[in-house]
């Protein structure tokens, strides 16, 4: 099975603040990873497909890169509603695993 | 409007069986693989299971593989996981997912683009 770590795993920011999540592959996925929103008690929101390509009604903001291993999504200035907990996730292969997660708390 | 309904989730005991259900609504059912993601409390997300649109090939998480039955019924527009042997360590919310397919110069990715709101089940004596 595909291992996928970020970093980090808590980070602190503060309102427009620019921000960047990491995750990485045990081995290479080309492109295939998406990223993840999710906030308490909710189910998690589709935000970039394909490592750099933004789904549907997602903010401009919000941007991914990355291709082979290492995969990161930034933030390029925070918004209140942009707190929560994001996961990479890999659709390389079966089983389709998802990162730890990164919780994004305000500073 | 895309709506995924989950229901069927419980408390349970060890050892026991329960089936979850996933209503599907405004999208061609039968045309998208499905799948069933689950969250234990305080933890990351865990694919369990998935489904191929006509039903025919079926995937599962080497957790729950002989445990699990994932199926579907096209003509109901429902997605369903049966669940046996059910451990503490199944205590979770499941969701279920579609899986969104695109094809990005040349290669067909795969994502899951809408998911459910969510049952909660709980494996305890």
């Known amino acids: 099975d595909i291992q996928m770590t970020q970093s980090p795993s808590s980070l602190s920011a503060s309102v427009g603040d620019r921000v960047t999540i990491t995750c990485r592959a045990s081995?290479?996925?080309?492109?295939?990873l998406n990223w993840y929103q999710q906030k308490p008690g909710k189910a998690p929101k589709l935000l970039i497909y394909?490592?750099?390509s933004l789904q549907s009604g997602v903010p401009s903001r919000f941007s991914g890169s990355g291709s082979g291993t290492d995969f990161t999504l930034t933030i390029s200035s925070l918004q209140p509603e942009d707190f929560a907990t994001y996961y990479c996730?890999?659709?390389?292969?079966?089983?389709?695993?998802f990162g730890q997660g990164t919780k994004l708390e305000i500073k | 409007e895309v709506q995924l309904l989950e229901s069927g989730g419980g408390l349970v005991q060890p050892g026991g069986s329960l089936r979850l259900s996933c209503a599907a609504s405004?999208?061609?059912?039968?045309?998208?693989?499905m799948s069933w993601v689950r969250q234990a409390p305080g933890k990351g997300l865990e694919w369990v299971s998935a489904?191929?649109?006509?039903?025919?090939?079926?995937y599962y998480a080497d957790s729950v593989k002989g445990r699990f039955t994932i199926s579907r019924d096209n003509s109901k527009n429902t997605l369903y996981l049966q669940m046996n042997s059910l451990r503490a360590e199944d205590t979770a919310v499941y969701y279920c997912?579609?899986?969104?397919?695109?094809?990005?110069?040349?290669?067909?990715?795969?994502?899951?683009?809408?998911w459910g709101q969510g049952t909660l089940v709980t494996v305890s004596s």
């Open positions: 489904i191929s649109g006509s039903g025919g090939s079926t």
């Open positions: 081995q290479s996925i080309s492109s295939y």
């Open positions: 394909a490592a750099s």
């Open positions: 996730q890999q659709s390389y292969s079966t089983p389709p695993g």
């Open positions: 997912a579609k899986d969104g397919i695109v094809l990005v110069v040349y290669a067909w990715y795969n994502y899951f683009d809408y």
């Open positions: 405004g999208f061609t059912f039968s045309s998208y693989a």
